[in-house]
C-alpha cells in the first residue's frame, strides 16, 4: 500500500508545476473513495448479519439454518469481517488499473469489483464445504459432537489446532502472500474483467489458506454471533494489516491458545462465550435430525 502511494507521488511529482499538488490531491480522494466504499460496504454487511441473526442461538454448535439462508448470510459476513483487511490488496489492483489506463492500456473501470467479486465467490464455495462438513457431521454423530459430550472438547481442539497452525510454514507462505499486494499482484496478473475474477479467486484462495484454522475456530466459539465474528475479524486485521508480521502473528496464536485454555478450564468465565444448556444442546441436536 505504502509502496503503490509512493509510485503515485513520483509520477505526480514527475508532472512537475501547478499540476503537482492537484494530482497528489487526486490520487487522495480516488484512494479515500475506494477506502470509503470498502468501509461502507462492510458496515453494510455488519448491520444486515446483525438483523439475519437476530434471535439465533449464539453458542457453539448452532444450527446453521436452510442452505439458501446460509450461503447469503455466509458471504454477507465474509464481507463485514474481510473488507477492511483486503483493502491494501484492492488499493494496489486498483493503483495498477489507474496506471494502466494512464499509459493508454486497456483497464476496464469494472475490472475492481470484479476482482472483489472472484475473492468473495472463493469464500462462498469455503462456506459451502463448512456447511456441508457440519451437516454431515449432524447426521452422523448421533449427538456425540453435543455440548455437554464431546462438543466443548472437539472447540478445545479446534481452538488449540488454530493457535498451532498460526506457528506453520503454510501459515507464513500464505500470509506472505496476503501481506504482499505488490508481488502478488505482478506475478498473477491477467487482464480484463475475466482476469480479475480469476485474480480475485486466487487471492481468496490464500486468504483462505491463512484464515481457514480461524474460521474454523469461529464455528467453534459461535459462528452465529456477531462479537465473536468481529473478534475472529480484529484477528485477521492484525496480523494482515499491522507492519510486525512475527508480533501480530503471536499475539493471534496467543489469543486462540488462551481461548482454548479458558473454553476448557472454565466456559462460563469465558467472556461472550453462550454456553449451550444440556436441554438446549438436545433439542438443537433433535432438530438437526
Avoid at 473513495?33 to 448491520?47: M, Q
Avoid at 488454530?162 to 501481506?179: D, I
Amino acid at each position: 500500500m505504502g509502496q503503490g502511494f509512493a509510485i503515485d507521488r513520483r509520477r505526480a511529482t514527475a508532472a512537475g508545476g501547478a499540476g503537482t499538488g492537484s494530482a497528489t490531491d487526486l490520487v487522495l480522494r480516488w484512494r479515500i473513495a475506494i477506502i470509503g466504499a470498502l468501509v461502507a460496504l462492510a458496515a453494510l454487511a455488519w448491520w444486515s448479519t446483525g438483523v439475519r441473526m437476530s434471535g439465533m442461538d449464539a453458542g457453539p454448535g448452532t444450527d446453521p439454518g436452510a442452505l439458501g439462508f446460509y450461503v447469503t448470510t455466509w458471504v454477507v459476513m465474509m464481507a463485514a469481517m474481510m473488507f477492511p483487511s483486503i483493502a491494501p490488496m484492492v488499493l494496489m489492483y486498483a493503483a495498477l488499473q489507474r496506471g494502466r489506463r494512464e499509459k493508454g492500456m486497456a483497464a476496464s473501470w469494472a475490472a475492481t469489483p470484479c476482482f472483489v467479486a472472484g475473492y468473495l465467490l472463493l469464500w462462498a464455495a469455503a462456506g459451502l464445504v463448512f456447511y456441508a462438513v457440519l451437516r454431515l457431521g449432524r447426521q452422523l454423530d448421533g449427538g456425540f459432537f453435543a455440548w455437554h459430550h464431546a462438543g466443548r472438547w472437539t472447540a478445545v481442539v479446534v481452538l488449540a489446532a488454530a493457535a498451532a497452525y498460526e506457528l506453520t510454514p503454510m501459515k507464513h507462505a500464505c500470509l506472505q502472500r496476503c501481506r504482499g499486494p505488490l508481488g502478488f499482484l505482478v506475478t498473477e496478473w491477467r487482464d480484463g474483467r475475466s482476469g480479475a475474477l480469476r485474480m480475485g479467486v486466487v487471492h481468496g484462495a490464500w486468504c483462505l489458506g491463512c484464515c481457514w484454522a480461524l474460521m474454523a475456530g469461529l464455528f467453534a466459539l459461535g459462528a452465529m454471533s456477531v462479537p465473536w465474528m468481529i473478534v475472529i475479524a480484529v484477528l485477521i486485521a492484525v496480523e494482515k494489516l499491522l507492519p510486525w508480521r512475527a508480533a501480530g502473528t503471536v499475539a493471534v496464536a496467543a489469543t486462540l491458545a488462551a481461548l482454548a485454555i479458558g473454553v476448557a478450564a472454565a466456559p462460563a468465565s469465558v467472556p461472550g462465550l453462550t454456553v449451550p444448556s444440556h436441554m438446549s444442546a438436545m433439542d438443537m441436536h433433535g432438530m438437526s435430525r
